[in-house]
């Protein structure tokens, strides 16, 4: 490698400058490579003296100022509206992409002998990437539906645009309003459920039961329950894909709940955290037994509609309940003390989980719940939970489906009540 003490101190960043019209320009030039000579707005040669060109104004601006490069943009910018409309007129394309990568080779080439060598490098390599990507983010525009397009949409305004300016301080009664860190386990709910739901599009149309199941856990486990329990009643010869499809929906719930364990407060993790991963474990192992025991007339039906991602309306209901249980939470440890944090969490759990998860692992991340009393409350939220699920799979999906989840749950929720304790006694 040559050393730079050995070059002119311009000769890098004019070297750049030809690299970024070269990596922009030979995706252009292999886009429009079946084009006549002459046919094609611009070209590699054209989009690397364009680089090049960025590159020597670049170097102009200390003695000149921008007004160079200003003019070189107005004088490229005329000369490409020009060279649009002609071809616009001529083969109906109104694409400007050719015509705003000229522009951008341009200013990445001044930027580059002005600025940041590496930056401006890594700008060009991305810009082709994008352009090279062009038949697959078009295909991808054509599989999202407008339901999916406004939950992504609406994520971005939770997180991007809300979120930095909450103040991240403890408000209200308790102090246990904390705007920021409530908004952040928003996000957080809303970005999982949204997950689970491509995850289980791009499995398509003919994904199996089980499939709907372990990916709708990722999103909702109780909406899973429901929506795989009226599939039972409803075609009773899908029973056994049902049951395997809502058992892996909570073996799912409990990795879910350790991810959040894991973001709020890692070191519950080292003793609730035990328990979560070895009831998801054993509901998957016997989801992936009863799956095995399907016949092919089930494997093969199509199976329920893709659950609703998380929507902003959700969003802001799952806010005001966290809320609410941020503030329940202390002040039944006030009122009641231990005893109305276990009243409280059991009550909660009855409804979701994840709420009182959340609002527990904060108060013990803060240091005002002590670890035993922490594990024991969000056991009681996931025992509750676990049997308000199993009534509704009883009631909803007959008696056979009922029994069989009820099973399942109760063998899980025994191994890790058992991992819990030894965790508790020895850990």
């Known amino acids: 490698m040559i050393e730079s003490s050995f070059l002119p101190p ?37 989009f690397t003296l364009t680089g090049l060109l960025g590159g020597v104004l670049g170097h102009l601006q200390p003695n000149f100022g921008p007004w160079p490069l200003v003019a070189a943009i107005l004088g490229l910018s005329l000369l490409l509206t020009v060279s649009y409309a002609r071809t616009a007129k001529l083969s109906d394309n109104l694409s400007a992409t050719t015509t705003i ?30 352009l090279d990507l062009k038949p697959t983010l078009h295909s991808w525009l054509r599989l999202i539906e407008h339901r999916e397009l406004t939950a992504s949409l609406q994520l971005l305004v939770l ?5 930095p300016y909450l103040p991240n301080t403890g408000l209200g009664p308790f102090s246990a309003l904390n705007p920021y860190q409530l908004w952040w386990a928003v996000i957080l709910i809303a970005g999982l459920s949204l997950a689970g739901h491509f995850a289980m599009r791009l499995t398509g149309s003919e994904r199996g039961i089980f499939w709907t199941g372990l990916l709708g856990g990722l999103a909702s486990s109780t909406a899973a329950t429901v929506a795989l329990a009226r599939y039972a009643r409803q075609n009773p010869i899908m029973v056994s894909a049902a049951i395997s499809g809502t058992l892996a929906a909570c073996g799912i719930m409990f990795f879910r709940m350790a991810v959040l364990i894991g973001v709020i407060e890692p070191a519950l993790l ?13 509901l998957l192992g016997m ?51 231990t005893s109305g944090i276990y009243v409280l969490s059991t009550i ?25 009393i922490t594990v024991i409350a969000l056991g009681l939220a ?11 799979a009883w009631t909803t999906g007959g008696a056979q489906f009922g029994k069989n989840i009820l099973l399942g749950y109760t063998i899980a929720m025994l191994f890790a009540g058992l991992t819990l304790g030894i965790t508790l006694r020895f850990g």
């Open 382 to 392: 996931t025992l509750t939970n676990m049997l308000s699920k199993a009534t509704i």
């Open 287 to 337: 989801a992936l037994w009863r799956q095995r025991q399907i016949t092919s007339t089930e494997k093969n039906d199509r199976t329920i509609e893709t659950m609703a991602p998380f929507d902003l309306g959700t969003a802001f209901g799952f806010a005001a309940f966290l809320a609410v249980m941020a503030i329940l939470v202390p002040a039944a440890k006030q009122w009641l003390g």
């Open 10 to 46: 311009e000769v890098p960043g004019l070297i750049a400058a030809l690299a970024i019209g070269l990596i922009i320009g030979l995706e252009r030039g292999w886009h429009d490579r079946e084009l006549p000579e002459g046919s094609r707005v611009a070209g590699l040669r054209t």
């Open 270 to 282: 080292s003793t609730f955290g035990s328990a979560m991963i070895i009831a998801g474990i054993i």
């Open 101 to 130: 990568a000229m522009l951008l080779t341009l200013v990445l080439g001044a930027y580059a002998s002005h600025g940041n060598v590496t930056l401006a490098l890594t700008a060009a390599v991305i810009v082709a990437v994008f």
């Open 159 to 163: 997180s991007v645009v809300i979120l």
């Open 348 to 372: 909660s759990g009855l409804a979701d989980v994840d709420a009182i998860l959340i609002s527990l692992a904060r108060m013990h991340g803060s240091g005002s719940l002590a670890t035993e």
